[in-house]
């Protein structure tokens, strides 16, 4: 069975400092690697995924993740926070065996301060 | 297109009640799962369909079921309710080609039980 570990369950910041959350994976078989983020009282938005090719994936608001096979690790890095990343993020693996489950990570809280 | 679309938003029930619980899957995607996130579990699955059939099941009793109809539309069903059922249930339905390991999440619904 594979399993997820985000290390940071809070990650306070302030404004335009850069933040990384961590995520870590393990699992017998190949995986593919999603971030999604959480606002408040609402569902979840994918906010990134590493399905194949190049190892470095990006999204449209300034968050990238890398995925490292040696080291089991996918994660999410932001060179400049703003008030609005304000949110909780978690890290999710799915087996490259065409069936659709899920595990994800605990989360993380990140709080963006002024 | 629109997202997936997860009906109702809220709802309060009592204990031993059943409740019912509805997905609609963005068009042309066939495997519609469900989770389930509470602050003590975090993000679970429970089971996923794909045309009209269980593909996929958690670690949940009995009590938690589920369907799947021939437009891909699917329903949870919780029977006699406990406190604990107390979550957002939260539905994701993804296309069946090799981009569909990629799932997208609806807004959830929220259930108390009191």
């Known amino acids: 069975a594979q399993s997820v570990t985000q290390l940071d369950s809070q990650v306070p910041v302030f404004e335009e400092a850069p933040v990384e959350l961590r995520c870590n994976y393990s699992?017998?078989?190949?995986?593919?690697l999603f971030w999604y983020v959480q606002y408040p009282n609402q569902g979840l938005q994918l906010l990134l995924k590493?399905?194949?090719?190049?190892?470095l994936v990006e999204s449209i608001n300034g968050f990238e993740a890398e995925f490292n096979k040696s080291q089991t690790s996918f994660h999410l890095r932001k060179p400049s926070v703003h008030i609005s990343d304000t949110a909780e993020y978690f890290c999710?693996?799915?087996?490259?065996?065409?069936?659709?489950?899920?595990?994800f990570g605990s989360g993380t809280r990140l709080q963006v301060q002024p | 297109k629109a997202g997936v679309t997860q009906t109702p938003r809220y709802l309060i029930k009592t204990r031993g009640q059943q409740v019912t619980l509805s997905c609609s899957p963005i068009?042309?995607?066939?495997?519609v799962s469900w989770y389930q996130q509470t602050p003590g579990q975090g993000l679970q699955f429970l089971f996923e369909?794909?045309?009209?059939?269980?593909?996929n099941k958690g670690n949940f009793p009995g009590r938690f079921s589920g369907r799947q109809f021939s437009n891909s539309r699917s329903e949870m069903n919780v029977s006699t309710l406990e406190l604990g059922d107390s979550a957002l249930y939260l539905c994701?339905?993804?296309?069946?080609?090799?981009?569909?390991?990629?799932?997208?999440f609806g807004e959830g619904s929220w259930l108390t039980v009191v």
């Open positions: 590493y399905l194949s090719g190049s190892t």
């Open positions: 999710a693996v799915l087996k490259d065996t065409g069936r659709r489950a899920l595990t």
């Open positions: 369909y794909f045309s009209e059939t269980q593909r």
């Open positions: 068009s042309g995607h066939r495997s």
């Open positions: 699992s017998s078989v190949s995986v593919y």
């Open positions: 994701a339905s993804s296309a069946d080609s090799p981009s569909g390991n990629t799932i997208y």
